[in-house]
């Protein structure tokens, strides 16, 4: 019979799998560019000077696949998201199907690029009294967030006495097509003094305070209680002013107005307001701010705080990168912590009602290899006489085999690490290629250039 769409690319993959896991095949240099601002790689895509110049890398080597024109100090790309078209929807529009980039300016448009040739799909004008200029994903494909500056209020007002309210704005968009939902003001009477940032994700405000405190809100109650009006971009709007949604000078007024604070959900104090939810049943991972726990990370229930069994993690290490720790992005509910000599991949068991605390196991666990002898370091006096004096090594050193990174492969299911070996001097670097759910190594590739030209 014929087979359905998923079934034939899950056997592509296996093939593609099984192609670069083969010993005889070799990765060869094909193609290079240097560049003196940061590149930038999505989905087959190269971005050079700030998202100006687009480069195709499917083909056998990369192509130009555009170059915009170049633009202004105001008109410059200040942060940018690539949008993926949906395959499960029916547009109005022909151009909202297509793959696009959403590029945010510093004189605050939106502009949604063409991702195969630049050309301009759409533009959105976000406001002429709050200055944007960084871009999120809520829901990665389907809601984005655009953020404002903090408001910091002039030095003149300061020197007055004058206390600001506002501290940043919040413009969230569906992407398909793109729409807005609304405009929020994050300020102090509502959400209390010390904000220092927000985030948006997953359906869930995020507000970090400068008392190391960071406290959850539901986005969807927020927007249930407190939408004073619809918005439709290019449609005039009722509120106060009455212009065109997303044109020039009006831009899109604050549909959102909070009145008073909404329920915390869920609130933790940590260091560097870091905190990330995630396994099953659900869990959260977090390091305390007192002094005591720095280089520990906690895991517990996010139903009752309850501390796993083994929930505190610590590498031990000592090294200039400190380690650090996530949830798996496989959506295993598993936990990968790095370490510059361990990768330790965790796993959560633990029943949702059982009444019994989590037990934090392990799954697999990665090394690398090296000499963990004290090294000699020698010196002779003015006096001839020869001194051997013994120090430790970094964990990190660069002249001991290192992890540096760990980058998930989602449709080959593979873990690929980078390991660096400074023998000698030179910097070498390789990949290791592992399988994901056993940890086993499959294949080892060499790269050319040292790790830190790569």
Not at 274 to 293: C, F, S
Not at 414 to 435: C, F, M, P, Q, Y
Request: contains cysteine; hydrophobic residues 35%; charged residues 20%.
């Amino acid at each position: 019979g014929i087979r359905d769409a998923g079934t034939l690319i899950r056997h592509n993959m296996k093939v593609l799998r099984g192609i670069l896991l083969q010993d005889s095949r070799d990765f060869i240099k094909v193609w290079s560019k240097t560049s003196k601002s940061t590149i930038m790689y999505e989905n087959g895509k190269i971005y050079f000077e700030n998202y100006q110049n687009c480069y195709s890398c499917v083909h056998s080597e990369p192509h130009v696949l555009y170059k915009l024109p170049k633009r202004s100090k105001l008109e410059k790309f200040e942060d940018a998201l690539l949008c993926q078209c949906p395959v499960d929807k029916t547009l109005a529009s022909s151009s909202d199907h297509k793959p696009s980039l959403l590029a945010l300016t510093a004189n605050n448009w939106l502009y949604r690029l063409s991702a195969e040739t630049g050309e301009e799909l759409q533009r959105v004008y976000l406001s002429s009294n709050h200055k944007f200029r960084y871009l999120g994903w809520d829901v990665s494909q389907e809601t984005l967030y655009v953020k404002s500056v903090q408001n910091k209020g002039t030095s003149l007002a300061r020197q007055a006495g004058i206390t600001q309210n506002t501290v940043m704005h919040l413009a969230i968009f569906h992407v398909f097509p793109l729409q807005i939902v609304g405009i929020l003001e994050i300020n102090k009477k509502v959400f209390g003094n010390g904000v220092t940032d927000v985030v948006l994700s997953q359906g869930v405000l995020a507000v970090s305070y400068s008392n190391k405190s960071v406290k959850l809100y539901s986005f969807e109650h927020i927007v249930q209680r407190y939408l004073t009006e619809k918005l439709t971009l290019g449609k005039q709007s009722s509120l106060p002013g009455g212009k065109t949604v997303g044109d020039v000078p009006f831009g899109i007024p604050v549909n959102i107005q909070i009145t008073d604070c909404p329920p915390v959900l869920f609130e933790v104090s940590c260091s560097n307001n870091g905190v990330q939810i995630g396994g099953y049943p659900w869990h959260y991972i977090y390091t305390p701010p007192q002094k005591n726990h720095k280089g520990t990370h906690h895991i517990c229930s996010l139903k009752d705080s309850t501390m796993a069994t083994n929930g505190i993690q610590n590498m031990d290490c000592c090294s200039l990168e400190s380690d650090w720790i996530f949830f798996h992005p496989d959506d295993s509910g598993r936990i990968i912590h790095v370490g510059p000599t361990t990768i330790n991949v965790r796993r959560i068991l633990g029943e949702l009602n059982s009444g019994l605390p989590s037990k934090v196991v392990e799954d697999f666990s990665m090394t690398t290899h090296r000499n963990n002898n004290p090294t000699s370091q020698v010196t002779v006096t003015s006096s001839g006489r020869t001194v051997k004096r013994k120090f430790h090594q970094l964990d990190d050193d660069p002249d001991q085999e290192t992890f540096r990174m760990v980058e998930y492969e989602d449709e080959l299911d593979l873990l690929a690490i980078v390991v660096t070996n400074g023998e000698e001097g030179e910097g070498r670097a390789h990949i290791r290629l592992h399988d994901n759910l056993s940890g086993q190594l499959l294949r080892t590739v060499d790269l050319v250039e040292p790790w830190d030209e790569v």
